[in-house]
């Protein structure tokens, strides 16, 4: 688990293709490795990823074809800049949300304009994790923990503030740039529990009025 307080932006040293997955190796940059172990989780741009070698202040780990698929991590190249974060332990201060560094979705950032001292980006998230993403809720976005500000379909906006903003690599964030998505895990087991025994079903299924209204929640509701 993390807390989506990103820790240091490192670089990406080279990605090599290995029998349908990767091997990336990243520059660590000021992330204090000192401590860090194999098997240690770290999170890359929000994926969590297994340590499989340090060097000096570099790592590798194994990116699956899973995670390839499902993420940006197949698009950065040599020198791509990468937010960091090593997993949180019990005295760890959560400073942002609880961050399972499993990515649900990519999205597109559609704007970025000036808001006083910060800078507000608009997201268009895939339409399957619109209904996750809540008003004021936290979402991650390439590892980082953040406040929606407000909901309109598929899109979200964030206002990031200056630290935020130098702290990570949204300083170089641009319009059209995907970005790695994890929406609240307590969202994403809610639907689950309410879907009850429909949630077995191969077809999967979704939260309709009726299925509310069946759990309690509607104009009937006492």
Do not use: W
Request: proline content about 3%; aromatic content about 4%.
């Amino acid at each position: 688990m993390f807390t989506g307080i990103i820790q240091a932006v490192g670089r990406v040293g080279h990605i090599e293709p290995r029998g349908g997955d990767s091997r990336l190796t990243v520059e660590a940059g000021a992330l204090d490795l000192r401590d860090a172990a194999l098997g240690d989780s770290i999170a890359v741009n929000g994926v969590c990823l297994t340590a499989v070698g340090y060097d000096g202040a570099r790592f590798a780990a194994d990116v699956s074809g899973e995670s390839l698929s499902r993420t940006t991590l197949g698009a950065l190249g040599a020198g791509s800049p990468v937010n960091l974060e090593l997993a949180l332990q019990p005295t760890t201060r959560l400073g942002g949300h609880l961050v399972s560094g499993h990515v649900d979705g990519v999205g597109e950032i559609v704007e970025r304009c000036a808001d006083a001292r910060s800078v507000r980006f608009v997201i268009r998230a895939p339409d399957r994790l619109a209904r996750y993403i809540a008003e004021k809720g936290s979402i991650c976005v390439d590892g980082i923990s953040l406040t929606v500000n407000g909901v309109d379909g598929a899109q979200f906006d964030i206002n990031i503030v200056p630290h935020t903003l130098e702290a990570t690599t949204l300083h170089t964030a641009r319009v059209g740039q995907k970005v790695n998505l994890e929406v609240d895990v307590i969202a994403r087991y809610l639907e689950r529990l309410l879907l009850g025994d429909a949630a077995a079903q191969a077809a999967g299924g979704a939260i309709t009025r009726e299925l509310l209204e069946r759990h309690g929640f509607g104009p009937n509701a006492s």
